[in-house]
């Protein structure tokens, strides 16, 4: 479990984890050269349209100073999908055990979406040490987080739902938050139009409030 470990030790060091969702293959580099000028060199790109598989295929090799995750991965065929086309950790908004055996069973590191204690247990019982809260706000954001902390407390989350500048750092101030998603650095009017310039300044000032 050896790219596990370094995949929760890359996003406590990154803290800020961009989600995006990309209708062409053709927004994936240009996109993720903007993400590192402004300071993010990472991101993960959804499975929720069919440029996922190509698009991380194109960062990969394309700019690999950026370090990309499969995101929305529902399937073991998805994951294996994304691992061949150079995804670096594969992530989904629930718990699906298959998913997250067939990473572990080919040492992929995975980030699995859980809501409720229930979901929090089967991670761990997976022998999981970290997970995604997701839709984060939707079920109870910081006071859920806070709640967790205690009976939990050797498990981290990653919020993602809801996450932006305004409570951004008050997500990351609690001691069981390792980095959080957010889909806001990234909106897709801008992504529709080729305005990297302003994915490039949204990815600044993302960058200055971790500081």
């Known amino acids: 479990m050896q790219d596990m470990q370094g995949f929760l030790d890359r996003l406590r060091q990154l803290r800020l984890l961009p989600v995006v969702k ?25 499975f929720r349209t069919g440029a996922a ?11 690999p100073e950026v370090y990309v995750c499969a995101g929305t991965v ?16 594969v992530i989904s908004p629930g718990t699906n055990r298959k998913v997250v055996e067939w990473c ?4 992929v ?5 859980c809501a409720t204690p ?17 839709p984060a706000e939707v079920v109870g954001g910081l006071k859920m987080l806070k709640a967790l902390a205690g009976p939990y407390p050797d498990m981290f989350f990653v ?5 932006t500048p305004k409570n951004l750092r008050d997500y990351l101030a609690l001691s069981n938050v390792l980095a959080c998603g957010g889909s806001w650095i990234v909106p897709e009017p801008a992504l529709a139009c080729g305005d990297y310039g302003t994915i490039e300044s949204l990815a600044k000032e993302a960058k200055a409030l971790l500081l």
């Not at 590191?109 to 979406?113: D, E, F, Y």
């Not at 229930?118 to 997701?134: H, Y």
């Open 159 to 163: 919020p993602t739902g809801g996450i």
């Open 109 to 113: 590191p995975v980030l699995p979406g």
């Open 53 to 63: 598989e190509e698009s991380i295929r194109r960062v990969s090799e394309c700019v």
């Open 118 to 134: 229930s979901e929090v247990e089967q991670a761990i019982r997976l022998g999981l040490k970290a997970v995604k809260l997701f």
């Open 22 to 46: 990309l209708d062409s293959p053709n927004q994936a580099v240009p996109l993720a050269k903007a993400l590192h000028a402004g300071g993010l060199s990472c991101a993960e790109i959804t």
């Open 74 to 89: 529902l399937t073991p065929d998805m994951a294996k999908r994304a691992v061949q086309a150079g995804a670096k950790a």
């Open 104 to 107: 572990l069973e080919h040492d």
